[in-house]
């Protein structure tokens, strides 16, 4: 009997919880800005961390003195050679338009520690500026070398031209190569648009990201053409593959991502004879992160670009030995300032090391050896291409960015693939296992300069659409 009753409580109950449920006020329709960060709250994939914590940590610890460091005339200076030929179609060239202009440094701007530092490696080459001050070329130092340092030299070289380098190198030996003063020419709104850019976008995911052949659509999460079905095959495909080749797509969609946040962000509101006005476009940003606008991709795009952060904020902290050996400046011939500025850089590192990121460590760009060495060439060939692709960017301010941060990404890549060779590095001493350039210093602290931006900017895009239905 008591059983009974309890059945039929428990009955009644449900039923009533049930209709309740039927008659609740109906739930009020999401918020803007619900619909674009519905996947990133709370615990992330990737890392057992979540994204509130690494909000706080990114916009309060990391963000404004990173902001600092690369003010410095170090970081804020990039030689770049933005006029080799397009190696794949005859460009059409957006670069009349006013907004896509870059101005090259005069060569008076350019503090001479850096310019005569160009050629030489960030960590050793700086010392030999010292010696040999007349020197403009490596080669041409020679006599004054010693023996041993001679035999460096002649090894960084080679490392230089093995294949460790996963961008093309970007020979800023070539006369068309220029510096860049990247603070004159910040990142933002262009009005390059449309086919051209598309084009871009859709050989990069097309013939970059291990693209299976069976799958004909363009992958280019912006081609408006897709059906939800393709989507389904097309995401199907990729849990199919393996973590690494998942990894890859994910990096080139989070730099997609974060490139177009910068755009909004930095949108150009008004433009008129007297003034320009730049500022947050929300219309824009809703086009490209909400969840209904983009049929769900908008804001698996702002997951990736989560996941780019953390891949590069691992790279920097495997990278600190690197930078903590002694011999290590930033140089520009300013020895006040270089100094303050590696005490800066190391406060960083510091402070990402300190970063609980707990990635399941074996997932990534381990695995055994020779499977490893070939993820790793695989890897290092798609980033070459991309790089090359970055030559066909029709609109230079585009091009100068989208080069710093491709090289940016493979250095931080190239980073942990040399996992092991840095945690042996000597503390002192020349290292022939591995090594940076002062090109790939820059662009590695510019690219995640740019992503970190893009997570601050993340909190205002959010606070904007709090109350946009
Ligand atoms: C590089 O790009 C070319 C031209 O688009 C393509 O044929 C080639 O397969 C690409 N290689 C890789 C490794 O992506
Ligand atoms: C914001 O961007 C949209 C396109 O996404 C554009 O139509 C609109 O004019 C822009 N708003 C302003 C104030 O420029």
């Known amino acids: 009997m008591d059983r009974r009753w309890g059945f039929l409580i428990g009955l009644l109950s449900a039923a009533w919880l049930l209709l309740r449920s039927g008659h609740d006020e109906p739930r009020p329709p999401e918020t803007a800005a619900q619909r674009c960060f519905c996947q990133v709250s709370g615990y992330l994939d990737d890392c057992t961390c979540d994204v509130e914590t690494i909000d706080k940590f990114n916009n309060y610890r990391l963000f404004p003195r990173l902001q600092k460091l690369l003010e410095s005339d170090y970081f804020r200076y990039y030689k770049v050679n933005l006029r080799r030929p397009c190696p794949f179609w005859k460009d059409i060239s957006q670069c009349g338009r006013r907004d896509c202009a870059v101005k090259p440094c005069q060569s008076d701007e350019v503090p001479d520690g850096i310019k005569s530092a160009s050629y030489k490696y ?3 080459g700086n010392n030999l500026i010292e010696e040999c001050e007349q020197a403009e070329r490596l080669g041409a130092v020679d006599e004054s070398l010693s023996e041993e340092t001679q ?6 070289t080679k490392h230089d031209d093995s294949s460790d380098n996963f961008c093309e190198a970007d020979d800023i030996q070539s006369p068309d190569a220029e510096y860049v003063d990247l603070l004159l020419n910040p990142e933002r709104y262009t009005g390059y648009k449309g086919p051209d850019a598309w084009r871009i976008w859709n050989v990069i995911y097309e013939e970059n990201c291990f693209k299976p052949q ?5 992958l280019n999460p912006l081609a408006s053409s897709q059906g939800k079905s393709e989507e389904n095959t097309f995401y199907s495909w990729l849990e199919g593959l393996c973590v690494e ?3 890859f797509y994910r990096l080139i969609s989070g730099l997609h991502a974060s490139i177009n946040v910068h755009l909004s962000a930095r949108y150009l509101l008004q433009d008129t004879w007297l003034e320009q006005i730049w500022g947050h476009n929300v219309t824009e940003f809703q086009q490209r992160f909400d969840g209904i606008l983009t049929e769900g991709e908008g804001p698996r795009r702002l997951k990736n670009l989560y996941f780019l952060y953390l891949i590069e904020l691992k790279a920097l902290s495997k990278v600190v030995p690197f930078f903590e050996r002694p011999d290590f400046q930033l140089f520009t011939g300013n020895k006040v300032q270089d100094a303050d500025n590696k005490i800066l850089l190391l406060e960083i590192l510091h402070e990402i090391k300190s970063f609980p990121l707990h990635f399941d460590e074996n997932s990534f760009f381990a695995g055994d ?3 490893a060495n070939k993820l790793k060439e695989e890897f290092r060939l798609h980033f070459r291409n991309i790089s090359r692709i970055m030559d066909c960017v029709g609109c230079f301010k585009c091009r100068l960015w989208g080069k710093l941060q491709t090289q940016g990404l493979g250095t931080a890549l190239k980073i942990l693939f040399s996992e092991k060779l840095i945690a ?8 022939y296992e591995f090594q940076l350039t002062r090109q790939e210093i820059v662009s590695l602290f510019n690219a995640f300069g740019r992503i970190s931006t893009s997570v601050k900017e993340l909190e205002n895009f959010r606070n904007l659409l709090q109350n946009v239905r």
């Open 122 to 124: 960030s960590e050793e």
């Open 151 to 156: 035999k460096a030299v002649l090894q960084w």
């Open 214 to 218: 069976t799958i004909k659509r363009p």
């Open 245 to 247: 080749k998942r990894a």
């Open 369 to 371: 050896k020779k499977e």
């Open 424 to 431: 042996n590095m000597p503390e002192s001493g020349p290292s």
